[in-house]
DNA sequence: ACAAGTACCTTGCACGGCAAGGTACCATGT
DNA sequence: ACATGGTACCTTGCCGTGCAAGGTACTTGT
């Protein structure tokens, strides 16, 4: 029960989190999906809706690259729209995490 | 659409905030409503769904008390188990927490 | 030939916040 | 007397999004 707390906690950052490592970089889904899997535990099946999501909305563009491991790679760049996205969440996000500190208070 | 990033950070994190504001003192839905809603926006209807779930789980118990302005209140008291759920929270909370900041990095 | 790793993707499910609505009680204003 | 607005309770139906489980296909090692 209480263990989907760190599920719950994921929805909304994942995109915020996936831009923040976009912009250090292009990278393709899979790659991202391993550090994201390590970093917050994302399950692999969540990657690819998420990146179709913000291919939607024009955050990411992308482009294939042969890889020479598998099948070809489909790479994610950032766009502006993303990287300004990036910025506005990351701003939120600062928001919301001081909100929440501030109504822990002293429980922490 | 983006905004909808508001939305998605509250879950899972109302009832750790709920639990940290009854270790406070005993409280009645309506007016930890009102808190949440000035700290992070959560809308009303969203606490009385929670506090049920929050009981059947055990977190809390209930009592109620007139208060000469409206329908008597229904207050909240943190229970044992609720406590410690609070403290486990609270931890995953941190960790997801430096996760994050690890992942925004240079970002922020 | 076969397993294991890489890399892509889909389907059905569950969780939980939201908006909108509904009830009822009390005080104040007109 | 009646309406307004605040307090306080609650329900219903909706929607977004992460998850588990499953499926495809290519490449390399045994």
């Keep these: 029960m209480t263990e989907s707390l760190q599920i719950q906690l994921k929805k909304g950052v994942l995109e915020m989190c996936v831009l923040a490592l976009l912009s250090k970089g292009d990278n393709y889904a899979y790659d991202i999906a391993s550090r994201m899997a390590e970093a917050v535990g ?46 506005s969440q990351v701003s939120e996000w600062v928001v919301f995490e001081t909100a929440v500190r501030k109504i822990l208070g002293d429980a922490t």
């Design 42 to 87: 994302m399950g692999e099946g969540t990657i690819y809706p998420l990146m179709r999501r913000m291919q939607n909305e024009g955050l990411v563009s992308t482009y294939l690259q042969e890889s020479g491991s598998g099948p070809p790679r489909k790479y994610y760049k950032l766009t502006k729209s993303g990287a300004n996205a990036l910025k």
